[in-house]
């Protein structure tokens, strides 16, 4: 008599199994997603804090100084990586001089990491660097107009401010102002919330859902940018970089229609 058997799994099992593979999966992947973002928007924080201190750094050292005054300026990411060439005073003759731009004058050693220096170009052909999931842009102040204080972004193409290099930050303002926003590559996936970060230290944020506000902004990617007032007040005298914080807790009202709070953490 053949009593050999062929062994295997019956279809009933395989179902079983794959079953408790789904079960499985269904709670896993939203955990280790949620955990992504978490650590992205963290990280995020933690890297707004870090531009900051280089800021503070950058200003203390008058490596910037573009109107000789002594008085050190703030920076852009190519500046502050040693990648772009900085701003400079340029004497014009007869002791007048306006910012200009030197392609050779590198900042040795650099205060920001040169990943900091590898710039991409956002929907408006501005300088956005990617870190961990989320774009981080860098606005300088322009010059007051009647309380009005717009901001310069980083050029695409040569590092510095304006079209081309030809638009450049104020020289007095640029001693005193600066801010940076970050927001996710992809909203819900690396990350949700945006932040800014100012000359104080003073860090923002927001949940980036448009919710029932109808004037509120989704930022995402490379077209969806926040702009220089984003997280500025729209109500009081001043506006622009020159305004108080829009922080929502505090009754004012934000440029973009979001609600901007304190980073708790």
């Not at 590898?118 to 606005?139: F, T, W």
């Not at 020289?171 to 005193?176: D, G, L, M, Q, R």
């Not at 996710?184 to 927001?206: H, K, M, W, Y």
Request: charged letters at 15%; glycine letters at 12%.
């Amino acid at each position: 008599m053949n009593t050999k058997r062929n062994s295997g799994f019956t279809l009933i099992e395989l179902m079983i199994v794959v079953a408790i593979i789904a079960i499985i999966a269904s709670i896993a992947i939203p955990k280790l997603m949620s955990a992504r973002i978490s650590a992205n928007e963290n990280a995020a924080i933690a890297t707004l804090r870090s531009i900051a201190s280089a800021q503070a750094q950058l200003q203390s050292s008058c490596a910037i100084d573009t109107d000789a005054d002594g008085g050190g300026e703030y920076g852009y990411f190519g500046e502050m990586a040693g990648t772009a060439g900085m701003r400079i005073y340029q004497d014009a003759g007869g002791g007048v001089g306006a910012p200009g731009w030197d392609p050779l004058a590198l900042l040795d050693p650099a205060i920001l990491p040169t990943a900091f220096g590898d710039v991409l170009q956002d929907g408006g052909a501005e300088c956005v660097v990617a870190r961990s999931g989320y774009y981080y842009k860098i606005y300088l102040p322009d010059v007051n107009n009647a309380g009005d204080i717009i901001a310069v972004p980083e050029d695409g193409a040569v590092g510095v401010g304006g079209s081309a290099g030809a638009a450049f930050p104020d020289s007095n303002n640029c001693e005193i102002l600066w801010c940076c926003y970050a927001w996710p590559v992809e909203p819900e996936s690396t990350g949700n919330r945006a932040f800014f970060i100012n000359q104080e230290g003073d860090l923002l944020q927001t949940l980036n859902n448009t919710g029932a506000a109808q004037t509120a902004v989704l930022y995402s990617g490379l077209n969806s940018v926040p702009a220089y007032d984003a997280a500025f007040d729209s109500t009081g005298a001043l506006t622009g970089m020159g305004a108080n914080l829009g922080i929502t807790a505090q009754g004012l009202t934000p440029e973009d229609g979001n609600v901007w709070t304190i980073v708790g953490n």
